[in-house]
């Protein structure tokens, strides 16, 4: 299993907004609804943002959203505001009741 | 919910560890727990996962003869074990819930807090 393909940095002004791929294979991103996403600040532990492409967990605002086409999903976060400069990682459902995680991607609010 | 993890770990190469998650504020048995490593070059990495009731488990294929994942229902806990360290076992380790019951289309709800690792020879 390889880890999914994130950019490694990704930056917008405050108000702006920001997209982040997530690029996996038709074995896991492609053949699953399943890919969820994750939001780490420094030295804390990481928290769900996204689950099941699109939905979003109780308290996290809605100007992060997710999607998905073919074998990338992407999330968006709208209306960039300081306290969401990040790490952010994807992860999807890969199969034989594995799971895979992408590569990080550093969000920079300028 | 809540998971807390044990505390940072100071290891030398081929010594064992176990390190341990406890689930409180909601029915532990019935939800998997998963493990997951971050280094620094490598980000996250799924490990594993265990289901605390029956302690079915899944690996991922680089973890798999590397750890163990167990789990003691009777008193809330998860435990990821080595039996001898190396230092590329130097990480942070998390342990995290799934939010839904099923093995798979599922997705991480809640989080340890993490416990450091480090192996030195």
């Known amino acids: 299993q390889s880890a999914l393909t994130q950019p490694p940095s990704a930056s917008g002004s405050p108000g702006q907004s920001v997209t982040i791929s997530c690029t996996g294979t038709s074995s896991d991103v492609g053949a699953y609804n399943s890919v969820s996403w994750y939001q780490q600040h420094p030295d804390k532990a990481p928290r769900l943002i996204i689950y099941e492409v699109h939905k979003r967990p109780s308290g996290i605002p809605d100007r992060f959203s997710g999607s998905k086409s073919g074998n990338t999903a992407s999330l968006t976060v709208s209306g960039l505001q300081a306290e969401d400069e990040a790490d952010y990682y994807c992860s999807s459902y890969a199969g034989s009741y594995t799971y895979v995680f992408g590569t990080q991607t550093k969000v920079t609010v300028l | 919910v809540q998971l807390v993890q044990s505390g940072a770990e100071l290891k030398k190469t081929g010594e064992s560890l176990r390190i341990s998650c406890g689930g409180y504020?909601?029915?532990?048995?019935?939800?998997?727990i998963g493990w997951v490593r971050q280094t620094p070059g490598k980000g996250l990495e799924w490990m594993g996962i265990?289901?605390?009731?029956?302690?079915?488990?899944t690996y991922s294929p680089s973890f798999l003869g590397q750890v163990t994942l167990s789990a003691d229902k009777s008193v809330s806990t998860a435990y990821l074990h080595w039996s001898s360290l190396r230092a590329s076992d130097s990480a942070i380790y998390y342990c995290?819930?799934?939010?839904?019951?099923?093995?798979?289309?599922?997705?991480?709800?809640?989080w340890g807090q993490g416990t450091q690792v480090t192996v030195s020879s």
């Open positions: 504020g909601y029915a532990f048995f019935g939800y998997w």
């Open positions: 995290a819930r799934f939010g839904g019951r099923s093995r798979t289309d599922n997705w991480f709800d809640s």
């Open positions: 265990i289901y605390p009731d029956n302690s079915e488990t």
